[in-house]
């Protein structure tokens, strides 16, 4: 009785969850690609500021941008070693 009970459930929650993915899948399709196309916007965004600004020098003029504090500590090691070495290996048959 127990099994019948189980798979009765399996199947009931097996058609439920496919007559709301059906219904509730595209306003979730649509929210995921709104939310990418907004990101990919911002990111777009970005890259054209920064090509006005190249835009806005006058030519022969050299401009250096730095990177915000919080990079330029992530690319230094802490103690300034070097942390490996390579070494190339060869395959002996």
């Known amino acids: 009785m127990q099994l019948l009970r189980t798979i009765a459930f399996i199947i009931i929650f097996y058609y439920l969850f496919k007559f709301l993915a059906r219904i509730f899948g ?3 399709l649509r ?8 990101k990919y916007q911002g990111q777009q965004g970005k890259y054209t ?3 006005r600004k190249q835009q806005m020098n006058k030519e022969g003029e050299v401009v250096i ?3 915000p ?4 500590k992530r690319k230094t090691s ?7 070495e390579y070494i190339d290996f060869e395959e002996i048959d």
């Open 69 to 72: 504090e919080s990079l330029r």
């Open 26 to 28: 595209p306003y979730l």
């Open 49 to 51: 500021q920064g090509n």
């Open 31 to 38: 929210y995921a690609s709104r939310k990418a196309q907004e």
């Open 78 to 84: 802490k103690s300034g070693k070097k942390i490996g």
């Open 65 to 67: 941008d730095t990177p």
